[in-house]
């Protein structure tokens, strides 16, 4: 989640569109922050497959409820206009479209439900947090924040104050997403991983 500034001008969300499409901004990970173009690290190994573990029981739900869909790759979602902000959650649950041909062919204006983030080794609290209340103050209802250092992740909501999920608890969708259920374990896991975290005792 590390930004560097990469433009001083600022741009449109359609303008950013189209520079960051460039064959010069080739397998560049962007954002648009207030008009403003940032560039991101490109992504370790424990962050995609973290990303994947976070994705699966959200898609396994999905195909349940016969509803939703998710997006990864840091899929962009247009969340302000004038100045213009394009971010690109991680890992995100839309409910806009049920069918493939419905799906915005660009970044599209309605906000997930979810949005999840995977902490990269670098990151900055105050970037953190810029995000997470972009999200928050557009609609994003629930914003998990995952930190693969601690195994833990931080659960936000606009109504809410953070509350944070260790290993051994499980996460909800809360009343966003009802019967949703995620183990927190599962998001630290390769197949090799067999050993189930101690519950901490009770003081």
Request: include cysteine; aromatic fraction near 8%.
């Amino acid at each position: 989640m590390s930004t560097a500034s990469v433009k001083t001008e600022l741009m449109t969300a359609e303008e950013f569109y189209e520079w960051a499409n460039l064959p010069e901004n080739d397998n560049k990970w962007l954002e648009l922050v207030r008009g403003e173009v940032i560039e991101l690290p490109l992504p370790q190994r424990p962050h995609g497959v973290i990303c994947n573990n976070v994705a699966f029981p959200l898609t396994a739900y999905t195909r349940k409820k016969k509803r939703y869909y998710i997006t990864i790759n840091d899929s962009g979602v247009l969340l302000e206009r004038d100045p213009d902000t394009v971010r690109g959650p991680d890992v995100a649950l839309y409910d806009d479209a049920n069918r493939f041909v419905d799906l915005h062919p660009k970044y599209g204006e309605f906000p997930p439900l979810l949005a999840a983030e995977v902490l990269s080794p670098n990151d900055r609290a105050d970037r953190i947090m810029e995000k997470i209340m972009d999200y928050l103050r557009n609609g994003v209802r629930l914003v998990w924040v995952i930190d693969p250092e601690r195994r833990t992740v931080t659960v936000y909501t606009p109504d809410d104050g953070p509350r944070v999920f260790d290993e051994t608890q499980t996460l909800t969708g809360n009343s966003v997403l009802s019967g949703l259920k995620c183990k927190v374990a599962d998001f630290f896991q390769l197949p090799g991983d067999t050993t189930t975290p101690a519950r901490k005792r009770k003081r």
